[in-house]
Structures are given as structure tokens and as C-alpha cells.
């Protein structure tokens, strides 16, 4: 399993090389003479199909993860905090590089498409699919990325749930700070850690589950995914964290969902990362639907670009 997901990191990351270089030679020359085509050697025998080895059914029924790209012609980008559209938070406007809405098909939300399938097919009969985001960095990337699959899901027509796990950083919680309160205010923290149906509902189709407090609310996460599942009023749950190190009570949570998708930035050492991630994995890599490449360049920076030009 781990040389699998391995072996289908490096053909992305390949991929991304290649590309580059194509690029970038295009640019330096206008011609020249074409590739040889690959070809199979006809004198090659092919095995008779009943002579091929048989695969134990537990490899066979492993896919393997499926590779995004979220690249910055992929979103948009706007300043300042959440503005609001009748007093319902609008994710676009978070401050937070978003998906374009004038594509509906582009490479990126096709790739997510197929990792959702591949998450549904995993998931129980009538329960909606649960989706861990997990990440070794501790920027925002991860939480971006789960924002931006729940958005391009939602815009598919799908009822999203997007629950912040991370309780170190809350980075979710800290965008939607001041109606999260509002609604802890309102319902009490009791009530409102353990019901699904308390989430803070968005103009994008995304309810956001906020987090407040240490993983002693892991519990209260269990319970909400636990009623979104039973209840029927989501289609797909995204789970944005832990953060690593994970702790035992985190390791359960994780245990809930039906696949995982990783995210790495590609301003780090992908390879450092994915190994990390593996590492922590211990033995449940057969887990991930999916890998997501982050090129964006970090928030911060373009704030800060922005700002000098304004």
C-alpha cells in the first residue's frame, strides 16, 4: 500500500515537472522533430488470460488515490473578513482564495468529482460519506483545500457539512469567529458541540461546524457526525483536521471516516510531507481517496501584495 501511494505521488509530481519543462520549451523553440511513438514489441507473448497470475481480492479492491491540482487559475481571491448576504455567511468572501464559479468542468473539480464517487462506494448504504482532510503543515493549505472540495461539491448540488477538527489552530473557526459566537450565545455550548444541526449555515450550500476548545471535543464530533449520518440531512461530511501530531482521541475521529485526502503544499517538500503523513498513517494508508497538490501561493504573501498596490 505504501509503495502504491508512493509510486502515485511521484507520477504527480512527474507530471507537474513535466509540464513545466514542456512549457518552457515551447517557449524557447518553435519546431523541431517529433517524439518517437512508444511502441510494443509485437515478438513480446502475451499470457493467456487464464495463465495470469490471480491478485488477492483485499489488493484488488484497493484504488488507487486520485491526484488534484489546485492551482491559482483555479480561484479567486478577495480581501478583508466574511461579508455577509442577509446575515448568512458567504465563503467566497472570507478572505480565503475560492473556487471560480464560471467553470464547471475544469481538470481540478473533475479529479474531486472522482474522489467523491470513490468515496461514496466506501461509505455505508444511506449515510453520507465522511472525509478526513489531514495535512503535515501547519499553514492554512489544508483547511483551504477542505473549504474549496465542500464548495465544488455544494455547487454540484450536494448538502455539505464542513466540521473544524483542528484544535490547535482553528483556522475555520477563527473566519466565521463572530457567528460562531452568536450561535454559542444562542444555543449554548452543550447543545451546540454535539448537533450537527447547529451548524452555522453559509450562503454556498456549506454548513460549518466550528471548533471550540481542546480535543475533548472529539467527542462532541463523533456525535455530530453521528446524527449528519443518521439523520439524512447531508449529503457529505468533511472533516478539516486534527492537525499532526494526532493524539488517540484524534486517531478515533479519523476512524469515522470513510476515506482521507491529503493535501500538500507544493512551496514544501512534498516528499517530507507525504512521508510524514504515511508515517502517521501506521498501516492505514489503504485510507486515502485522494491527494491534493496545493500550488496556491500563501495567503499571507498575497495579502501582503495586495496591500503595497492598493
Request: net charge neutral; with cysteine.
Amino acid at each position: 500500500i505504501v509503495g502504491l501511494v508512493l509510486g502515485v505521488l511521484a507520477a504527480a509530481i512527474w507530471f507537474v515537472v513535466a509540464e513545466q519543462l514542456s512549457l518552457g520549451a515551447a517557449e524557447s523553440r518553435s519546431g523541431g522533430p517529433a517524439l518517437p511513438e512508444p511502441r510494443i514489441d509485437a515478438a513480446t507473448p502475451t499470457p493467456e488470460p487464464e495463465n495470469l497470475p490471480r491478485q488477492p481480492a483485499a489488493v484488488a479492491a484497493v484504488e488507487k488515490p486520485r491526484i488534484a491540482r489546485l492551482q491559482e487559475s483555479d480561484v479567486m481571491r478577495t480581501l478583508g473578513g466574511i461579508l455577509a448576504i442577509d446575515r448568512i455567511p458567504d465563503v467566497t468572501r472570507m478572505g480565503w482564495p475560492t473556487l471560480r464559479s464560471a467553470y464547471p468542468s475544469t481538470a481540478l473539480l473533475n479529479a474531486m468529482r472522482e474522489m467523491r464517487e470513490t468515496l461514496a462506494k466506501r461509505s455505508a448504504a444511506n449515510a453520507a460519506p465522511v472525509l478526513g482532510m489531514i495535512g503535515a503543515d501547519t499553514g492554512e493549505d489544508r483547511t483551504i483545500a477542505a473549504l474549496n472540495f465542500a464548495l465544488a461539491a455544494a455547487r454540484d448540488g450536494a448538502r455539505v457539512l464542513l466540521i473544524d477538527a483542528d484544535h490547535a489552530t482553528h483556522a475555520l473557526t477563527n473566519r466565521i469567529d463572530g457567528y460562531a459566537k452568536r450561535e454559542v450565545n444562542r444555543l449554548g455550548w452543550l447543545s451546540f458541540g454535539t448537533k450537527a444541526s447547529s451548524a452555522i449555515k453559509t450562503a454556498n450550500g456549506i454548513s460549518i461546524l466550528p471548533s471550540f476548545g481542546s480535543s475533548r471535543t472529539n467527542g462532541a464530533i463523533r456525535k455530530a457526525i453521528a446524527q449528519a449520518r443518521s439523520a439524512g440531512d447531508y449529503d457529505l461530511v468533511i472533516v478539516d483536521g486534527p492537525a499532526l501530531p494526532w493524539s488517540a482521541e484524534d486517531r478515533e475521529l479519523l476512524d469515522l471516516a470513510d476515506g482521507l485526502a491529503a493535501i500538500l503544499p507544493t512551496n514544501l517538500d512534498i516528499n517530507d510531507c507525504m512521508e510524514t503523513i504515511i508515517a502517521a498513517l501506521d498501516g492505514a494508508e489503504h485510507k486515502l481517496t485522494g491527494v491534493i497538490l496545493s500550488e496556491l501561493h500563501p495567503v499571507a504573501n498575497v495579502t501582503q501584495r495586495k496591500r503595497q498596490y492598493a
